[in-house]
């Protein structure tokens, strides 16, 4: 009798690990069909707006056919690149501060900070510098949109430092250190080139991310029909395009919408491939 | 001093380092107590004593490693070529330049080729090597392993075997022409053959350097040791000549320890 309890215990257990087995991956299949369903509309409506005179002419007036979204990708690539020149020495500087000097009051609350500005909404941001910069400076401009994007990238770039800094193993620190070198030189030659791909990985989600931000733009870096000349002035972007074009009555309109998002969607693509390529290699290596 | 054990070895020698009444703390614990003990030039002194007696941090208080753990302080005094390395004038980085060290895993820098690893010391420093290929073979040759990487200088660090990488590691060292080597069972990790390579060179180093060994094994500093101390509990309960150590202890804890019954 025992045997057979034992019997159908087994048989059960089975039975629940299969059910557990198959919702899992039915689970897993969801976000599969989640991306898929989102990149088949985009692919499949953008598509249809996409041509050279997209990529390459500016906005027309409404109800003109035609016309394109190049200020807005030139604008996209402009903002990430001034939220690079922002983010980056500040991310990873403090990054590298918070794995090396890893207690101290001071470095707790960078750390905490760096969590909670990571959770902070991006709408947040934008607000924000619309309070401090583009009040100040009386009006939108591509500086303060990049200053803002800057922000939604500084705690990711500051925590994917101090990982992968933290992730160098402390043996080849001490190496270097019994070979007489000075504690800067120790992290500028030995620790940085360790963690240069695990440090460039997480550059690149957060560069990912922020090109596709519009929350943050809205109220800082604005819109303009034209290629952006001055930093001082505002400049398009495409997350802001798609959002302007899609609350527009006009299905042209509406097309170029499609078209500026499959654009961005790929440009995101580029960079979290190039992330997880690098990612994927350092795996190999240790 | 009336500290210096009695078997010292006979006259000339020189003592290139010196602890003075040494303490070393970790934040929740003490590790050393009261070292006093000679490193005489041009000899290898094996440090010899079970687990967490303090001979670890014994020799990393010797290149000022010690304190590079968070927390962890010295006490009392450790001279080299007769003057203080702890002095408030003096910067730790130039006595770990003097003072080289070969630890117990064999830690190359894993990306960087043969080549690379051994000029890494002296880039470390700040020092471009006028002929970087004379150094590199000098310093290969010195440890024994010219013949067998002369063809291989652009391999990674990381790809050679255990013993290739630990020899490697005292490659390194010597690039930068240290006085003292320091060695943290430098053979726990390695096969015997890869052991007997590796005491072999020790046997060799010692015309040009003097080395500190730590050892868990006492056949290992039976074999390759001039001078030997005992560590018990974070004292130094004997030092000596290696063989009137381990044939005629004074101590009963030495006798005790290398005879197999505690460690």
């Not at chain 1, 960079?271 to 350092?282: D, E, G, I, P, Y």
Request: proline content about 6%.
């Amino acid at each position: 009798m025992s045997d057979a309890a034992r019997v159908r215990t087994l048989a059960s257990r089975r039975a629940s690990e299969s059910f557990v087995r198959g919702l899992a991956a039915g689970v897993t299949a969801l976000t599969v069909v989640g991306l898929a369903s989102v990149l088949f509309s985009v692919v499949g409506y953008g598509a249809r707006g996409l041509s050279m005179t997209t990529l390459t002419a500016l906005p027309r007036p409404a109800g003109v056919p035609g016309g394109g979204v190049a200020n807005a990708i030139v604008g996209t690539l402009l903002l990430v690149a001034l939220a690079c020149a922002i983010a980056l020495p500040v991310g990873l500087l403090a990054g590298i501060h918070l794995a090396e000097a890893r207690t101290g009051k001071l470095v707790r609350l960078a750390r905490t900070a760096a969590d909670a500005l990571a959770a902070v909404p991006s709408v947040v941001f934008g607000i924000f510098v619309f309070g401090v910069l583009v009040a100040w400076m009386k009006h939108f401009s591509a500086l303060a949109g990049g200053a803002a994007l800057a922000l939604t990238m500084i705690p990711t770039v500051t925590r994917a430092t101090e990982v992968a800094v933290r992730a160098v193993p402390e043996r080849l620190r001490e190496a270097a250190l019994a070979l007489g070198a000075t504690r800067h030189r120790v992290i500028a030659q030995v620790v940085l080139p360790s963690a240069a791909r695990g440090i460039a990985t997480g550059v690149l989600l957060a560069v990912g991310r922020a090109a596709g931000e519009a929350a943050p733009l809205l109220f800082t870096a604005w819109e303009s029909r034209f290629f952006c000349d001055d930093l001082r002035e505002p400049t398009a972007s495409l997350p802001v395009s798609i959002f302007t074009y899609t609350i527009s009555p006009y299905d042209d309109l509406h097309a170029q919408a499609w078209a500026a998002a499959l654009v961005l969607v790929s440009l995101v693509l580029v960079f979290q491939v190039t992330a997880r390529l690098l990612s994927k290699r350092r795996d190999d290596v240790s | 001093m009336s500290t210096v054990p009695p078997s010292t070895p006979p006259p000339p020698h020189v003592e290139k380092m010196r602890a003075e009444n040494l303490g070393a703390k970790f934040p929740d614990a003490v590790a050393l107590r009261g070292i006093t003990m000679p490193v005489i030039e041009h000899k290898v002194t094996a440090v010899i004593g079970p687990s967490g007696c303090g001979k670890s941090t014994f020799i990393r208080c010797l290149n000022r490693m010690h304190e590079v753990v968070p927390g962890a302080t010295t006490s009392g005094d450790v001279l080299l070529d007769g003057k203080s390395i702890y002095g408030s004038a003096v910067d730790p980085v130039g006595v770990r330049r003097k003072v080289g060290m070969v630890f117990q895993k064999p830690n190359p820098f894993p990306e960087m080729s043969v080549r690379d690893n051994v000029l890494s010391g002296l880039r470390l420093n700040g020092i471009r090597p006028a002929s970087p290929d004379v150094v590199v073979e000098a310093a290969l040759t010195q440890a024994a392993m010219w013949d067998e990487m002369r063809d291989s200088l652009d391999r990674p660090g990381g790809s050679l075997s255990g013993g290739q990488q630990q020899r490697l590691c005292i490659a390194r060292c010597l690039a930068l022409e240290p006085e003292v080597i320091l060695m943290d069972e430098p053979c726990s990790s390695l096969d015997p053959i890869a052991t007997a390579r590796i005491e072999e060179l020790i046997h060799d180093l010692r015309e040009r350097y003097t080395i500190v060994i730590v050892t868990h094994s006492m056949q290992q500093a039976a074999r390759v040791s001039d001078l030997t101390a005992f560590f018990y509990l974070g004292e130094l309960v004997e030092y000596g000549l290696a063989d009137v150590l381990f044939t005629r202890p004074e101590d009963p804890r030495t006798e005790e320890y290398i005879t197999g019954r505690f460690g």
